[in-house]
């Protein structure tokens, strides 16, 4: 578990942008796109993945921002 990743997730009214372990959302959007784009900002600003989820809660989508190892491992 990362603490700085953030989560795209469904909300009631719109999309919400939640820190990884955290209880309440950060930011509430009424679109997924707006809820990504807050996500990746503060990815940027800290460093961190966005994860975002579907309407399911399947995550199907992730970016990383910060300091990943080039060329990657494995």
Do not use: F
């Not at 009631?12 to 807050?38: F, L």
């Amino acid at each position: 578990m990362h603490k700085k990743n953030q989560h795209v997730v469904p909300h009631e009214g719109g999309w919400a942008v939640k820190r990884e372990g955290a209880d309440r959302a950060t930011k509430v959007v009424p679109t997924q796109k707006e809820a990504e784009e807050v996500a990746r900002d503060i990815a940027r600003n800290n460093g961190g993945e966005v994860l975002i989820h579907g309407r399911d809660g399947q995550i199907r989508e992730r970016n990383s921002y910060g300091s990943d190892p080039y060329p990657p491992k494995g």
